[in-house]
């Protein structure tokens, strides 16, 4: 298991976040949850983003774990993609139905899910 290699797929995964939720999708999102330019810029991030990283180091040395046999950065794509689609989709999916928020928000949240496990999918098979 390659440590650092989390640790640089959990960092990659913070700038996707960034430029998903602020620039490509930021707009979308806070309307969808109802949030105005006042309530964001009254919120204080950081306490979020540091549980989000260790959240994210905890998914990520899980997700080492089903890509360690793998051998090619194709393969830990595809793992990655797998977890996504069985485990991380699916519940967000079923979350997204007992919600009272917008169903709306499910495609860019889980959206993000993808392309940040689909980085780290590649991040970790490839840097041993």
């Known amino acids: 298991m390659n440590y650092l290699a989390m ?3 959990a960092v990659v995964n913070m700038a996707i976040g960034f430029l998903w939720y602020g620039p490509l999708f930021g707009k979308k999102w ?3 949850h109802g949030y105005t330019e006042e309530q964001l810029k009254s919120m204080n991030p950081a306490p979020l983003y540091a549980q989000s990283f260790v959240a994210v180091l905890v998914s990520y040395y899980i997700l080492a774990w089903f890509i360690s046999p793998t051998t090619t950065f194709m393969d830990g794509i595809e793992v990655a993609c797998l977890v ?3 485990f991380v989709t699916t519940t967000q999916f079923t979350a ?10 499910y495609f860019p949240d889980t ?4 392309a940040t496990f689909l980085a780290a999918g590649a991040i970790l098979a490839s840097w041993r």
């Not at 997204?96 to 928000?105: E, G």
């Not at 959206?111 to 993808?114: A, E």
Request: proline share 4%.
């Open 7 to 9: 640790l640089v797929a």
């Open 30 to 32: 806070a309307a969808l």
């Open 84 to 86: 996504w689609l069985g």
């Open 96 to 105: 997204s139905l007992f919600s009272t928020k917008p169903r709306m928000l």
């Open 111 to 114: 959206g993000y899910q993808l």
